[in-house]
């Protein structure tokens, strides 16, 4: 998984905090994948950004979760007022363009107490 | 909705076994992918089927593609204990190509 750079990789916060997951692709690349995967599970898409644009956030909770891909520096992922139930590994995964390999980081393990 | 069906969902064998793990879908895809995820990492892509009735092998793993491409299966041959981990398959969906994943299937190969 070198190139695409997670941080932090394990995040702890009580209920009713904020998480800031970050998401650094691979050089070169300027689209980017958000997802979700809870224990035993596979992968869910939460949302897809291009460099300053979000192209398509329908698998992403309309309350407490935004995501951005600002010009210069990463993409975030943010969840207001987190619950327990926001526990789980979350995934970016970047690409040049569709239909192009996506490359995954390897996560940010989010707990939340 | 497109839904991807893996199974077995665990999967424990002795090392020199064969194993084949299943890839199900009602939907046609495009193109299909098998992952490998290890404990605490993402996962690492192992391979790309695109043509239906399609064969790739990769050292002691075989993908094969189902002639419909509905469905998958990875057979590994002589499984080592540096097979474990988790595999998952998926397929590009939705309007914007992202993966949808199955739920995977944990191998464990014991020595």
């Known amino acids: 998984n070198a190139g695409v750079m997670q941080n932090p990789r394990h995040l702890v916060r009580r209920r009713g905090q904020e998480a800031r997951l970050r998401c650094s692709p691979m050089?070169?690349?300027?689209?980017v994948y958000w997802y979700r995967q809870l224990p035993e599970e596979g992968l869910k898409f939460m949302v897809y950004?291009?460099?300053?644009?979000?192209?398509?956030e329908s698998g992403m909770p309309k309350e407490r979760f935004s995501a951005e891909f600002p010009k210069e520096g990463p993409s975030i992922l943010r969840i207001q007022q987190v619950v327990r139930g926001d526990s789980a590994a979350y995934f970016c995964?970047?690409?040049?363009?569709?239909?192009?390999?996506?490359?995954f980081g390897d996560g940010t393990r989010l707990s939340i107490l | 909705t497109q839904l991807l069906e893996q199974s077995p969902q665990f999967l424990s064998i002795q090392e020199g076994e064969n194993l084949t793990v299943y890839c199900n879908s009602s939907?046609?895809?495009?193109?299909l992918q098998w992952y490998r995820q290890e404990p605490g990492e993402g996962p690492v892509l192992l391979v790309t089927?695109?043509?239906?009735?399609e064969v790739k092998k990769l050292k002691r793993l075989t993908f094969q593609f189902g002639d419909a491409r509905k469905d998958s299966s990875l057979h590994i041959t002589a499984a080592q204990p540096g097979d474990t981990g988790l595999y998952l398959c998926?397929?590009?969906?939705?309007?914007?190509?992202?993966?949808?994943f199955g739920k995977g299937t944990k191998l464990s190969v014991k020595p």
């Open positions: 089927v695109v043509t239906g009735g």
């Open positions: 939907s046609v895809f495009s193109s």
């Open positions: 998926a397929g590009r969906g939705g309007s914007q190509g992202n993966l949808i």
């Open positions: 995964a970047s690409f040049q363009g569709l239909g192009q390999p996506q490359h």
């Open positions: 050089k070169g690349h300027s689209h």
């Open positions: 950004l291009q460099k300053e644009n979000i192209i398509d």
